[in-house]
């Protein structure tokens, strides 16, 4: 599972310094984690992504992104609570989902948003 930075973020997700307009820059659909070290949610949701990233290995990218080190990244997408999960399909607009959810609602989000079967 990979850490985004802004300069990653740009370059695999979307480039909003560029676009205006939602725009994906991946390969894969993904699901991007915003998370803190404090946050005791967060922890929970950990194990449930590194599950998920192997279930889903070659189908979708899960990336984290650490809102206490990205600022920016965080405020572009008016990140208040934690953990909050970005769902972004290959066509289509993203999705945000707040708080720890359980993993039978993140694999029907997975299916349901980004994988569209």
Request: proline share 6%; net charge negative.
């Amino acid at each position: 599972m990979e850490h985004l930075t802004k300069e990653t973020f740009l370059e695999k997700v979307f480039n909003y310094e560029q676009n205006k307009e939602w725009k994906f820059e991946g390969e894969l659909p993904c699901l991007i984690d915003f998370y803190a070290d404090w946050c005791q949610p967060c922890k929970m949701v950990a194990p449930i992504l590194e599950e998920l990233s192997k279930e889903y290995d070659g189908k979708i990218n899960i990336y984290k992104i650490d809102t206490e080190a990205e600022t920016e990244l965080a405020g572009a997408f008016g990140i208040r609570s934690i953990p909050s999960l970005l769902f972004c399909p290959k066509d289509g607009q993203p999705q945000m989902a707040m708080g720890a959810l359980p993993k039978d609602t993140m694999k029907k989000a997975i299916d349901d948003v980004l994988l569209k079967n």
